[in-house]
C-alpha cells in the first residue's frame, strides 16, 4: 500500500514513526512543509524537514519535543559570547546538517535531492521530499506587523495574534520532482496531524499540490492536531479560533474542503463533531508513544481503506 | 612602550600572552598571519588569528594545543555522518566564531574589521589585526603537487616534503589599516617564535609590511621557534633543513636578513650560534607555562631595548 504524507514538524514526525511500524516504509513519501525555513548565521534552515528527518532516524530528543537527542550548545553559546543571532536554538549536531545543507545548496543542488541525500545518510526508507525546490515562506500577518514564521514563533513566542498567513513564492513555486507522482500513485493520502495555517498551509500554497489533491483518486484522510478543541503543543487553537472561527472537528474539515474524505479525530471531540462534510474516525490521537503512534497511523489508514 | 608583534600561531599566542605580563596589553599591536586561512563547510577560517584570540582571551586548551578549553565535537560529528567534509577538526565552540565571522564577511565587512569585533567580545585589549584583509593564501610546493597549507598540513598531515612556498595574491596585497601605522609607531617590533616560512612568512609576503620593516626606526628581534635546531611543535626544523639549508641561528637569522636587528635563541643553540650578523639574546624559550612566557617575552624586550 503507497500511501502519501503530507507533513508538518513534529506532529508530522511522530506520525510518520507510527506509520511506518504498519506500512513498508519503502512505500511511504512524505512531502514536507518548508515555508517555515529560515536563513540564520548564513545557514539555511529546514525545521520541519529536520524534525522528521531526526523522527525518522531514532534522534530526535522526545522529552524536549524537538531538535536532536544527544544535543549540546556550545556553538550557540560561542555566537552569544561574540554578539551573533542567537535568538534561534540551534545545537551543535543540528549545526552539523545545517552546515551539509548550507554548502549543498550554495553549490546548486536542489533542496529535494540534498533532503534525499540526508534521508539516505541516517538510513531512513521512507521518502522525505520538500513540497518544493522554489523559494517558499510563510508570512504571518499581526496587529504589530508581518513577520516571517520563525520571527512570529521563535523570536516573538508566538505571542502576537495572527490575522492571516500568506506565502510569499507560492504562486510561481513547482511541487517538487516526486510530489505530484506520489501523490498520484498513492493508494492513500494522509494530512498529518500539524498546523492546518502554517504547517499544512504552505504546502498546499502550491498551486500543483493543490490541483494534485483536489484531483485525487485516492482516499485522502486528515489526522485533527487537536484534542478537546486544544492543541497537544504549538498555536494551532489559537489561530483555528481566530482563523477558522472555532476549533470544533467541522471547523478543521473547513480548511481542508474538496482535499480529503475523512477525518480522524479524537474521543475527546466526539460531541462537536456533527455536519462534517466528510467520513469521521474517532480515536484516541495522543501520540504519547508507540503504541499511542501505531493506532494513530492505523486509524487513518483503516478510515482511508473503508473508502475504496 | 609599544609594540608591534608579527605573529603566527600557537607559538606567537603564547608569546604575546607573555608579552602582555610585561608590557601593557594596550601598547601592543599583533599582526596576524592569514595564509593558512581556508574555506571550509562554507565558513571562513582564520586558524592562526584564532590561536591568538583564544589564548588571550584565556580560552584556548593548553592540552591538545590548538582550539578551545572544554570544546565538544558533536557538529563535526553529525557533519561526517552525514558525508560532508570532516578532515579538518572543527570544534562546536570554534564554529560558533567561524559562523559569526562568515556572516560577517558575506555582508562586507572587511577581516580587519570583524577581528577587532571578536577581540573586544573577548575582552581582549591587545591589538590583533590581520597582515592583510586582501585575499592571501600560502601554497606549499612538494613533489606531490601543490597544495593549501591547510590541505598541506592537516588533510596530508604535513608528510609531504617541501620544495617550496607561495603567496597566492601577496603582490597585490594590501596591509590592513593600522598594520603600517602600528609598524612605524612601534618602539620595538618582535617577530613572534612561528615558522619563518609558512607563518611569518605569509606576513612579509604582504610589500607594504616588508618595506615597512625594512625603514623600521625601532630595533626588530625574533624570538627563534627552535631548541636545540628542533622545532617545539609542528614542521619548522624540516623545513628550514630544506629551504634554509640548516636549523641553527644563523640559518633563521638568514631567514630575516635585513629586517631584524637581535635575535632571541636558546641556550640550547648557543654553541651554533656565530656569525649570525645580529646581536644574539640567550635565554631558555621554551614557553611551557606562565613563568616560560614572560621569560621569553622580556628576554625579547631587553634584547631590543639594549639597542635604543
Redesign the interface.
Known amino acids: 500500500m503507497r500511501v502519501a504524507v503530507l507533513a508538518g514538524g513534529v506532529g508530522a514526525a511522530r506520525f510518520l514513526r507510527g506509520l511506518i511500524d504498519v506500512v513498508d516504509p519503502g512505500e511511504v513519501t512524505a512531502i514536507g512543509n518548508v515555508g517555515d525555513d529560515l536563513e540564520i ?3 539555511s534552515v529546514s525545521p520541519d524537514l529536520d524534525s522528521v528527518l531526526y523522527a525518522l532516524a531514532g534522534r530526535s530528543d522526545e522529552e524536549r519535543g524537538w531538535g ?1 537527542a ?3 550548545w ?11 543571532a542567537d535568538w534561534f536554538r540551534l ?7 545545517h ?2 545543507r ?2 549543498a545548496l ?1 553549490r546548486g543542488e536542489p533542496l529535494s535531492t540534498i533532503t534525499a ?2 534521508a539516505s ?2 538510513g531512513i526508507r521512507v521518502t522525505l521530499v520538500p513540497a518544493t525546490d522554489d523559494p517558499l515562506r510563510t508570512l504571518v500577518r499581526t496587529p504589530s506587523g508581518t513577520f516571517t514564521f520563525q520571527e512570529w514563533f521563535v523570536a516573538r513566542g508566538h505571542r502576537d495574534p495572527v490575522d492571516g498567513v500568506d506565502f510569499a513564492g507560492a504562486d510561481t513555486a513547482q511541487p517538487a520532482p516526486g510530489v505530484r507522482d506520489a501523490l498520484e500513485r498513492a493508494d492513500v493520502i494522509v494530512v498529518a496531524p500539524s498546523n492546518p495555517f502554517v504547517s499544512i498551509g504552505p504546502i498546499l500554497a502550491v498551486p500543483g499540490i493543490r490541483k494534485a489533491l483536489e484531483r485525487r483518486r485516492a482516499p485522502a484522510v486528515a489526522v485533527s492536531p487537536l484534542i478537546g478543541g486544544r492543541a497537544v503543543k504549538g498555536p494551532a487553537a489559537g489561530m483555528m479560533a481566530r482563523l477558522a472561527g472555532g476549533t470544533t472537528p467541522a471547523h478543521l474539515a473547513r480548511c481542508y474542503e474538496g482535499l480529503i474524505d475523512a477525518l480522524v479525530i479524537d474521543e475527546a471531540d466526539v460531541d462537536d463533531a456533527a455536519d462534517l462534510g466528510v467520513r469521521t474516525i474517532v480515536t484516541r490521537t495522543l501520540m504519547d508513544g508507540p503504541e499511542g503512534r501505531t493506532r494513530v497511523a492505523g486509524a487513518a489508514l483503516e478510515g482511508a481503506g473503508a473508502l475504496r
Chains 1, 2 share one sequence.
Not at 556550545?74 to 551573533?84: K, Q, R, T, W, Y
Open positions: 548565521l548564513g545557514l536532536r544527544d544535543e549540546t556550545n556553538a550557540l553559546a560561542a555566537v552569544s559570547e561574540l554578539g551573533g545545537g551543535d549536531r543540528d549545526l552539523g546538517l552546515l551539509v548550507t554548502e550554495r541525500r540526508l545518510a541516517f
